[in-house]
């Protein structure tokens, strides 16, 4: 596993609450995207509890030019987010799998974990599949919130809120799932 060294966060407020970025410096590669908790300091904590990070008022421009981007893609204005530099070394190597596999699904797009473990030549592995995905290190950027269980049900979501902000974050990209779980597009 890879050692976090020089990580740098900052918390910035979107449509749905404080959120928190954490990255890699020199380099800029993300490590963390925190969404909101109940409070911006709650939001905070669970960051320094995930990674050693010094926090930074004015992060580099091309930290900004991300966070400028999840805010926007939380008001619906969609964004792809495939060529934002992440940093996954530290996961395990079928985590890396499943997170390059889960960046490829589109706003506006689901598939299941079944799926996704077909996609990664693992169809037996959709349970590790939930597990990898539930310990996503950056939601919005590995679009966990775009994979559903059996049935095109919402699934678990690990994030504060639930199921309910899974179910929030595909709203935002014209994905319903109404309460017989079935999916409706917009």
Not at 36 to 54: H, M, S
Not at 92 to 108: M, N, P, S
Not at 133 to 141: E, H, S
Request: with cysteine.
């Amino acid at each position: 596993m890879k050692n976090l060294q020089n990580v740098a966060y900052s918390l910035f407020e979107t449509q749905l609450g404080w959120c928190g970025l954490a990255w890699n410096e020199p380099e800029s590669s993300l490590i963390l995207l925190q969404l909101p908790e109940a409070t911006p300091a709650l939001t905070e904590a669970k960051i320094v509890q995930n990674c050693r990070a010094r926090k930074v008022s004015t992060p580099l421009s091309a930290i900004s030019w991300v966070i400028s981007r999840i805010s926007r893609h939380l008001m619906g204005d969609l964004q792809d987010f495939l060529d934002i530099p992440i940093d996954i070394e530290r996961m395990g190597l079928f985590a890396q799998y499943v997170y390059a596999a889960a960046r490829t699904v589109q706003a506006g797009q689901t598939m299941t974990y079944g799926e996704l473990a077909k996609a990664i030549n693992r169809p037996k592995a959709c349970r590790a599949v939930g597990q990898a995905l539930g310990r996503n290190p950056l939601p919005l950027i590995i679009p966990c919130h775009r994979i559903l269980a059996a049935g095109n049900r919402p699934g678990g979501f690990s994030a504060y809120g639930g199921p309910a902000i899974k179910a929030q974050l595909l709203a935002i990209e014209g994905v319903f799932l109404p309460k017989n779980s079935y999916l409706q597009k917009k």
